[in-house]
């Protein structure tokens, strides 16, 4: 027993000599960033196990500068607090910066990286992405986005009307949207009360409610293999019971496909695939193998789904929270729509609504510590060395709060988007990036701008929506970990306008 404890303690003795000298050599070779100290090996555990992380990391900028060196566990993770290192790291040097770190539950959810957001920078990576770009592109061009959305508002609003309690719209975002990505990817149109439906979406909600708040595994990698907690094995338990649904979703349109017959973003990427066969492209058929698809078709359906129903709760929380702010939305609804549905072809249209969505996205936190990026070189940033392999996070949170850009930043103020004449400003304020940018901007954005834009319109086209009567609403913020917050839990009630 004796000669156990004296050998524990030589390997403990041993194993924090290495951890030493390697911390000096790396820091002789290097000019990290700095950061506050820490315990070896535990690293930062109150910063990386806050739920408020993103501010916690916004108030090291303030001592330490803009780029902040923390340790997680024995990683090390670099934060870019401010536009000029951000647009440094993300488009001067996008290149460099354009990896993704691996990591067990990562591995999990994209079946060992083979999908597009969570995948480090390739030239897999990069047909996957020209191919599921292209996709997009081919199922939504004319008027099938905009008829998609208007069919699926039309049912899910008359259904909010017969509402006479107050109810809660995240519940109603989440199935509108879900709904919407569903026939989008899918090509199928489901009932209100769907049960294939409500059962991604429970799952869905599970498996970002564990992303969310980490898992020990990720830092103690050996720890998923000889003892994993409760908390893994059902993150890996709904991680496969999502794959598995679209799979089969996938599988049924492989059996169905016909060449020329685009139904769905499905059809679209086996439509890519079919041409690479006639092209006799053997090295691209090897990559677009049945699970790299699913996995695109995973990364279009779970990533759009989150972020743009997260986007329109934040965006009727705030309408309610300002009425007059809807007020007017609706005056300018009224003047460029009239009583017909809204288009497409209104959006350049509806300054002031599409200003108050950007706010949205700026104010409501959806994402603020965004997708870690990973040095695929040896950089720098800020003045500061980056090694090759370091994770880099970019603090959108600390972007879209900086009173450098955004005067008063914890107001909701639509005007910082437009022109002393009301209309939109050429270009928007530099640090207002909820799409990301460079080479891993969101693949998604040319959709979901005019997606959620005019499913907005159509939501105050149709209704003054109010707080319950004697109720106000709630300034403070839900945390939900690595940035995300959501408005503190309301309820509303909808009255059918009258439109002249």
Not at 175 to 183: N, P
Request: hydrophobic share 35%; with cysteine.
């Amino acid at each position: 027993m004796n000669n156990l404890s004296v050998n524990t303690q030589a390997m403990l003795a041993a194993l924090s000599i290495g951890l030493f000298v390697y911390y000096v050599i790396k820091r002789m070779r290097y000019r990290l960033p700095p950061g506050p100290w820490c315990i070896p090996l535990v690293g930062h555990y109150k910063i990386y196990s806050s739920v408020e992380m993103h501010k916690k990391v916004a108030e090291l900028s303030k001592v330490y500068g803009p780029v902040v060196r923390l340790s997680f566990g024995t990683q090390t993770w670099i934060f870019l607090n401010n536009n000029d290192v951000v647009i440094e790291a993300l488009i001067k040097k996008k290149a460099d910066f354009a990896g993704r770190p691996k990591s067990p539950s990562t591995d999990v959810i994209t079946a060992g990286g083979k999908d597009i957001a969570l995948s480090t920078y390739s030239p897999t990576w990069k047909l996957h992405r020209k191919i599921a770009g292209k996709a997009l592109r081919n199922y939504l061009q004319g008027t099938l986005l905009e008829n998609m959305i208007q069919d699926n508002m039309d049912k899910f609003l008359n259904k909010m009307a017969q509402e006479k309690d107050p109810f809660k719209f995240k519940d109603y975002a989440d199935l509108m949207v879900y709904h919407q990505l569903y026939t989008i990817c899918f090509g199928q149109k489901r009932p209100i009360d769907d049960p294939e439906v409500k059962t991604l979406l429970e799952l869905d909600e599970d498996l970002n409610t564990s992303l969310g708040t980490g898992f020990i595994e990720d830092l103690v990698p050996y720890l998923k293999d000889i003892c994993p907690t409760a908390k893994w094995k059902n993150f890996v338990k709904v991680s496969h019971q999502l794959t598995k649904l679209i799979s089969t979703k996938y599988r049924d349109h492989v059996d169905t496909y016909k060449s020329g017959v685009n139904r769905d973003f499905i059809d679209s990427l086996l439509a890519a695939k079919e041409e690479a066969e006639n092209e006799g492209d053997e090295s691209a058929l090897e990559k677009l193998d049945d699970t790299r698809l699913i996995q695109t078709i995973s990364d279009i359906f779970l990533a759009g789904v989150d972020t743009t129903r997260l986007t329109m709760d934040w965006f009727v929380y705030f309408m309610t929270r300002f009425p007059e702010i809807q007020t007017k939305c609706q005056e300018e609804i009224d003047s460029v729509v009239g009583a017909r549905h809204p288009s497409m072809k209104d959006r350049n249209k509806l300054d002031y609504i599409e200003a108050c969505l950007f706010e949205s996205m700026r104010l409501g936190s959806v994402a603020g510590l965004g997708v870690p990026h990973m040095a695929i070189c040896d950089s720098q940033v800020g003045g500061y060395d980056i090694p090759k392999g370091t994770t880099i996070f970019i603090n959108h949170w600390a972007l879209h709060n900086d009173p450098k850009f955004f005067k008063d930043p914890k107001k909701f103020d639509p005007y910082r988007y437009l022109d002393e004449n009301g209309k939109k400003k050429p270009a928007r304020p530099d640090s207002w990036l909820p799409f990301s940018a460079g080479s891993r901007v969101c693949l998604g954005e040319a959709v979901a701008k005019p997606e959620i834009l005019l499913m907005c319109a159509n939501l105050l086209q149709r209704f003054e929506i109010r707080l319950p009567d004697g109720e106000r609403a709630n300034p403070e913020y839900k945390q939900l970990g690595f940035g995300t917050e959501l408005p503190s839990e309301y309820k509303v009630i909808v009255k059918d306008r009258v439109i002249n």
